[in-house]
């Protein structure tokens, strides 16, 4: 069986329509075929500021969210991250050989520490990506399932395994990217050429997963489209309407040509009622169980625990090999 790996940061109080579509379906559509690690990363969550009573209980609550949207833990290896201390041991080698200008171009640093200047942005937000590779690296998967924004950081990870490989033998798989056609990227509703985000989409522009089904609907009601009044999928012209569809062809898993061909002549309030309803009845009962399940904290951090057992039996015998390989000399 082949092995993925994936991670969802506990930030906000609500994983997002853009994560549920973009990763989390594709992680519970991968369990059945491979061995799957599925983890929250909360070390991650700490790059910037965090409140630690609420980074806590998020933390569960992503969790539970996993599990409510379908991660089978008979099935799936599910864990915390900062429970399995080989993910930040593994981070360090792969930090000193990592080159500081490799680090300085990806993207989404740049993005980040724009917003408050390189001086407020922290070390541990410059070497995100470098986390990122060792909580891929760690599981030798062939594959790792993600939303499109994830793809540069997913590169370095190969590289990095690529280049260690190469200088002290193998010890890393070269993993890749499963990136979906559809879900892979969706845009905020009231700005739909950036992509839906907790940190930059105004709340009207988000879906939020534990929403309830009002402010759902009005939200998607609202969804900036156009003047125009036709259905198109056309992304440069018509962003907003290839939003909406792109949401629907997901969640009901018809081709975009199909639907296009479903509302000839329809207006967008037609697209918008469509999606509204198909989104409320995909996460409703998402949101009842997560709420279920964080009425029993201590089973969920009992499944945590089990997880984090799991994983590390597969993490600490790649980081025995990589300390073994860089010339660490082995405790007595
Ligand atoms: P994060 O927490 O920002 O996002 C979690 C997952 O959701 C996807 N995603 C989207 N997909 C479609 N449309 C959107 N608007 C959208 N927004 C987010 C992301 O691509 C991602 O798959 N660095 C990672 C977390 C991480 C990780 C890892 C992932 C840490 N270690 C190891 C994979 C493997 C992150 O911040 O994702």
């Given at each position: 069986?082949?092995?993925?790996?994936?991670?969802?940061?506990?930030?906000?109080?609500?994983?997002?329509?853009?994560?549920?579509?973009?990763?989390?379906?594709?992680?519970?559509?991968?369990?059945?075929?491979?061995?799957?690690?599925?983890?929250?990363?909360?070390?991650?969550?700490?790059?910037?500021?965090?409140?630690?009573?609420?980074?806590?209980?998020?933390?569960?609550?992503?969790?539970?969210?996993?599990?409510?949207?379908?991660?089978?833990?008979?099935?799936?290896?599910?864990?915390?991250?900062?429970?399995?201390?080989?993910?930040?041991?593994?981070?360090?080698?792969?930090?000193?050989?990592?080159?500081?200008?490799?680090?300085?171009?990806?993207?989404?640093?740049?993005?980040?520490?724009?917003?408050?200047?390189?001086?407020?942005?922290?070390?541990?937000?410059?070497?995100?990506?470098?986390?990122?590779?060792?909580?891929?690296?760690?599981?030798?998967?062939?594959?790792?399932?993600?939303?499109?924004?994830?793809?540069?950081?997913?590169?370095?990870?190969?590289?990095?395994?690529?280049?260690?490989?190469?200088?002290?033998?193998?010890?890393?798989?070269?993993?890749?990217?499963?990136?979906?056609?559809?879900?892979?990227?969706?845009?905020?509703?009231?700005?739909?050429?950036?992509?839906?985000?907790?940190?930059?989409?105004?709340?009207?522009?988000?879906?939020?997963?534990?929403?309830?089904?009002?402010?759902?609907?009005?939200?998607?009601?609202?969804?900036?489209?156009?003047?125009?009044?036709?259905?198109?999928?056309?992304?440069?012209?018509?962003?907003?309407?290839?939003?909406?569809?792109?949401?629907?062809?997901?969640?009901?898993?018809?081709?975009?040509?199909?639907?296009?061909?479903?509302?000839?002549?329809?207006?967008?309030?037609?697209?918008?009622?469509?999606?509204?309803?198909?989104?409320?009845?995909?996460?409703?009962?998402?949101?009842?169980?997560?709420?279920?399940?964080?009425?029993?904290?201590?089973?969920?951090?009992?499944?945590?625990?089990?997880?984090?057992?799991?994983?590390?039996?597969?993490?600490?015998?790649?980081?025995?090999?990589?300390?073994?390989?860089?010339?660490?000399?082995?405790?007595a």
């Amino acid at each position: 069986r082949q092995r993925v790996v994936s991670g969802m940061q506990p930030s906000g109080d609500s994983l997002h329509l853009g994560n549920y579509l973009g990763a989390l379906v594709n992680w519970v559509k991968s369990q059945d075929e491979h061995d799957a690690f599925f983890f929250i990363p909360d070390l991650h969550a700490i790059t910037v500021p965090q409140d630690p009573a609420e980074l806590r209980a998020r933390t569960r609550k992503t969790a539970a969210q996993y599990i409510a949207g379908g991660i089978d833990v008979e099935k799936s290896t599910l864990f915390v991250q900062s429970h399995v201390p080989e993910h930040a041991q593994l981070a360090w080698v792969l930090n000193c050989i990592t080159g500081f200008g490799e680090a300085s171009r990806m993207t989404q640093f740049k993005d980040k520490s724009a917003k408050g200047g390189q001086e407020a942005a922290s070390v541990g937000l410059f070497t995100y990506p470098v986390l990122m590779a060792a909580d891929i690296l760690l599981y030798q998967p062939h594959g790792v399932p993600v939303g499109d924004d994830q793809r540069q950081h997913v590169e370095l990870a190969r590289d990095l395994a690529q280049r260690f490989n190469h200088r002290y033998g193998k010890a890393f798989t070269v993993p890749q990217a499963l990136i979906q056609k559809e879900g892979a990227r969706i845009y905020d509703l009231q700005n739909p050429t950036s992509k839906m985000s907790k940190s930059a989409s105004s709340p009207n522009g988000l879906i939020n997963i534990l929403d309830d089904s009002k402010t759902v609907t009005k939200r998607i009601k609202s969804a900036v489209t156009d003047t125009d009044t036709v259905i198109a999928h056309d992304r440069a012209n018509k962003p907003g309407v290839t939003n909406l569809l792109e949401i629907l062809s997901t969640l009901t898993e018809t081709p975009i040509p199909d639907l296009v061909a479903g509302y000839e002549g329809k207006m967008y309030g037609h697209l918008k009622v469509d999606v509204a309803e198909a989104v409320v009845a995909r996460i409703e009962p998402i949101r009842t169980r997560t709420l279920e399940l964080l009425d029993d904290p201590a089973e969920l951090d009992r499944l945590l625990a089990r997880g984090a057992e799991k994983a590390r039996e597969v993490a600490s015998a790649t980081l025995a090999d990589v300390y073994d390989k860089v010339g660490f000399l082995p405790l007595a």
